[in-house]
């Protein structure tokens, strides 16, 4: 019955993180403006560090295109550096989705993301890209290449429901812990009024074993209650069945050719 139980409140865990994703989707498609921009804004379902130094802002060069996730364009005749000037502009208006890399010779790739934690890009959008970037390119005397929108849509649409089944987030909170101050790597801390709450994004987190047992160990020094989302106790077989639930989320990841952590994860679940 214990084991029963354990698992119980493991399943119950995933499947109120599975929820907030798809009631999150809904509520931005309601209210959200299509056209905002994801990357500067936070979802107000994750839970940042709010314990310990702030990271240091870094800027990062533009990741490649990827067909799994992207519309990928190829652009002959001309080359990257003769489109970027005018690249910015269309970046904006896709909400930094939007990515151009040279591609040897006067050729480049321009790149629209098409799925992300907001669901896939709509129809309009995708026709509106291919667009734009023609026009880029006539301007410079080059041509366009483009895959069958239908299909990269239909792939997407795919993807993204695989996805939704695995976008999940861990929360232990600890309940009238004895210190609050904690060294955390890999998993966020929030405080709360009655305790703090550690957060594992396990999509978005490599190592992930080690990180939820690290995760784990840092709620446990914490010296207070551990519990779930609803306030439900979690004992040692609870943790343990968690454990076997990120691992197995990991090796559903795996089946799509996505590592959590990776710069493809971080993309796609973004």
Known sequence: MLVIGAAAVAGVLVYNRVQERATRRQA???????????????????????????????????????????????????????????????????????????????????????????????????????????????????????????EALAAAQALDRVCADVDVQIALHVLDPAETSIRHEGFS???????????????????LARTYATMVEAARRLGGRVVDDNGNSLDERALAAIGVEVESLRGRLAEIGIEPGSPLALRLFS
């Open 189 to 207: 801390v929030g405080q709360r009024p009655d305790g703090v709450t550690l957060v594992l994004d396990v999509p978005r987190t490599a190592d």
């Open 28 to 150: 931005e498609r309601a209210f959200g403006s299509q056209h905002a921009d994801v990357l500067l804004e936070v979802s107000p379902e994750r839970r940042e560090p709010t314990l310990g130094p702030e990271p240091q802002a870094t800027t990062k060069p533009s990741p490649p295109a990827d067909p799994r996730i992207d519309y990928v364009l190829e652009v002959r005749g001309t080359s990257a550096g003769a489109i970027r000037p005018d690249w910015p502009a269309l970046q904006r208006r896709f909400s930094r989705r939007a990515v151009l890399t040279e591609a040897g010779g006067k050729s480049a790739h321009a790149a629209l993301q098409m799925v992300s934690r907001n669901g896939v890009v709509s129809e309009g959008d995708l026709v509106e890209f291919r667009a734009q970037v023609e026009t880029l390119a006539a301007a410079h005397g080059g041509q366009v290449s483009a895959p069958s929108m239908r």
